[in-house]
Structures are given as structure tokens and as C-alpha cells.
């Protein structure tokens, strides 16, 4: 591999971590029983995007290459706002914006109620998973660092492949 084709590299790294992440909160919900709250849920779509623009940046042409990393970026910042307002709900500074975080309502026919209910029990957003028991640090807090390193890493990637364009092509 050329060494100007390091977008590619890059993408499949991308790739991996986004797997990786996703990976993780499946073995948690799957294996350790941790059941997700509706906001966990929402924050794994980031990933699952994320994963997509890796692997369209390995086969992307250069000049597509730039874009994707800032959609990137973009998709992984919306990841840390999630993050951050799921942070939030747990520490109760305010209420989950999901309508299915908060407690069914109490009022109308034995039926109306009834017809209110889950399918399935829900876990409340505001009560924190730990996924080390030893370490108070929430899996929305894991979150909000994994994607703000990853977009101070795809950002610094990309100034670099920016940078090795200008000197590749003659301009410095």
C-alpha cells in the first residue's frame, strides 16, 4: 500500500473500533445481562453509521475520502451529544427527552393503562450501567469519551491527510 493511500488504512481502523464498540454492548446485553435503556439504544446507531463510513472510505477514490472523514466526525459529535444528555438523565440534572424513559401514566381506565405498558420491561435511562464494577464510570460516560477521542483522532487524521495532499501535489 502506498503510503498516500492512508485513508484506506484508516477506514478499516475506523471500521474496527466502530465493530469493536458495537461488539461490546452486545456481549453486555447478551452475555453479562446488562438490558439497555432506550437511550443506549439510540446511542449505538453513531456506531453502526460509523462502521459504514469506515468501509466506504477504504473503497472511496481521494478525493471522496476527505468527506467521509467529516461526516465522520459529524456522525461521531451527534454520538457525544447523546452521550452527554444520557449523562445527564443519570445524574438527574434533566428528564430523559424519550417519552419511553419516563414512568407510564397513571391516569384513565384499568384498559388505557394496560394499553400503555411495554411489550417488554424497560430499564430506566436515569440508572446508571456500570460495566466495571470497581470504576464509577457509566457506559454513557465510556461513550461520551470513545467518541470524542474518536473525533479528535479522525480530525487530526484528517489535517494530516489534508497536509500530505497540499505537499503531494506541489502545494505548500
Known sequence: ????????????????????????????QHIAGMAPCPLCLWERWPYRIGLLLGLILVVSPRALAR????????????????????????????????????????????????SQMPAHPAVPCDEPSYPIPAVPVSFATFDLICTLLLVVVTGFSLSRLRRAQLIFFGRS
Not at 459529524?74 to 419516563?102: D, F, T, Y
Open 1 to 28: 500500500m502506498r503510503s498516500r493511500d492512508g485513508w484506506r488504512l484508516y477506514g478499516i481502523g475506523l471500521s474496527a473500533i466502530c465493530l469493536l464498540a458495537l461488539g461490546t454492548a452486545w456481549w453486555a
Open 67 to 114: 468527506w467521509v472523514m467529516v461526516a465522520f466526525i459529524v456522525v461521531m459529535l451527534c454520538g457525544a451529544g447523546l452521550a452527554a444528555v444520557h449523562i445527564g438523565v443519570e445524574q438527574k440534572w434533566w428528564a430523559s427527552p424519550l417519552p419511553s424513559c419516563h414512568a407510564a401514566s397513571l391516569h384513565g381506565s384499568a384498559s388505557d393503562m394496560l
